[in-house]
């Protein structure tokens, strides 16, 4: 395994070191820049740990493949980037109705289509939530340093094996390429997680029913229990049932599971929101720079303020909304056009004019064009 203590590390490698000692023990991909390292590392490292690495003949596949481990009861991964990801996401939208854990990361790149393959960009914001068909439940994160890349990979594991939610580790170019240290911790030190195995025997299991946390027990195949999985709406015995009753009460159930449980997965950070006039809402790599911009603005008076979701989707929204109430003015740096901001628009309503600072050249974020941007709502322009 890794070596505990401070470490060099890359973010795609961090990736990789804390999916093992999460317990991952399969991954199937296909190479694609920016996140190939992933692959790569990883066709080395889990032999190492008894695991299993294959390289599919196309992104579907591989979303396919890393399904169908996690049915037999292993913690299993793919990466990808933006067209990759764009393949995945009907294998993705499977993984969600038949509430399969799955970790996907995708490391973001300039797009559409195959656009800058080397270059930064959070254009798959929108996809990560949106990108499979039907209302689906679906986690995203999105870190801002190495060091929290590591911890995000962590919590993506243990994200998907407590709900059974397919979880998205979003990545930018930026932030798979960049060294940081990053301090490995001991893995007896880590609070790891694994599904909730069956408390009935084989004849009486059904492999939906729900115990009243919206969160199904999960049996592995091959270990004598019935467990028939398909992409129909089924009832708790997972055979297929499109009923009008039975499709709403599994609708209603694999959504509801997450309104339920939103301790287990919401992340986020603020500072200096106690008396902001002007809210940051940043995410990614261009959060250090809006770090950067902010403390110099703080310096000069301004009064400016923080507020950072690292779990993208589902979006905190009761906590933007409550911070919505004291500021006048909300920007959002992003390298995009302004899907986050969107989403901001539509959280906070009325209550605060909302400004998007936005890169789509491929280029990453200098803290002056930010603290430019601050200036110019300081000054009213």
Not at 92 to 107: K, M, Y
Not at 243 to 256: N, Y
Not at 344 to 354: D, I, L, N, P, Y
Request: net charge negative; glycine share 10%.
């Amino acid at each position: 395994m890794s070596k505990v203590g401070r470490r060099l590390m890359q973010g795609n490698e961090a990736v990789v070191e804390a999916a093992l000692v999460a317990g991952c023990r399969f991954f199937a991909g296909y190479p694609i820049t920016p996140s190939t390292e992933i692959a790569e590392l990883l066709a080395t490292r889990l032999p190492q740990v008894g695991g299993r690495f294959i390289q599919m003949e196309d992104e579907i596949a591989s979303m396919g493949a890393a399904i169908g481990a996690s049915l037999t009861g292993t913690k299993s991964m793919t990466a990808t980037s933006g067209p990759g990801f764009s393949l995945k996401q009907e294998n993705l939208g499977f993984a969600s109705l038949t509430e399969v854990p799955v970790v996907i990361v995708d490391v973001q790149r300039m797009g559409p289509s195959t656009g800058m393959p080397t270059a930064p960009s959070q254009g798959d914001v929108m996809q990560a939530r949106w990108g499979t068909h039907g209302d689906h439940p679906i986690v995203a994160m999105a870190p801002a340093s190495v060091g929290e890349t590591y911890e995000a990979t962590v919590r993506a594991f243990n994200i998907s094996e407590t709900l059974r939610v397919p979880v998205v580790l979003l990545l930018d170019e930026v932030i798979g390429h960049m060294r940081e240290g990053v301090r490995v911790p001991d893995p007896s030190d880590l609070d790891l997680v694994d599904r909730k195995p069956p408390s009935k025997d084989p004849g009486d299991f059904l492999p939906y029913a729900d115990d009243g946390s919206g969160v199904p027990e999960m049996a592995a195949f091959g270990t004598g229990y019935r467990h028939h999985v398909t992409g129909l709406f089924h009832d708790e015995t997972g055979f297929p049932d499109m009923s009008p009753r039975t499709a709403d009460a599994l609708m209603r159930r694999i959504m509801g599971k997450m309104e339920k449980n939103p301790d287990i997965y919401r992340w986020l950070e603020t500072d200096g929101t106690e008396d902001a006039d002007i809210l940051m809402v940043t995410y990614g790599s261009p959060s250090q720079a809006s770090r950067s911009a902010m403390n110099r603005a703080r310096r000069e008076g301004i009064k400016i303020g923080e507020f950072r979701p690292i779990t993208l989707w589902p979006f905190p929204e009761e906590e933007l909304r409550s911070l919505a109430d004291e500021v006048d003015t909300i920007l959002v740096p992003e390298m995009n056009l302004g899907q986050l901001r969107l989403e901001v628009e539509r959280v906070v309503g009325c209550k605060a004019q909302v400004r998007g600072i936005n890169r789509t050249d491929g280029d990453i974020f200098k803290p002056d064009e930010i603290y430019t941007a601050i200036r110019e709502v300081v000054q009213g322009e």
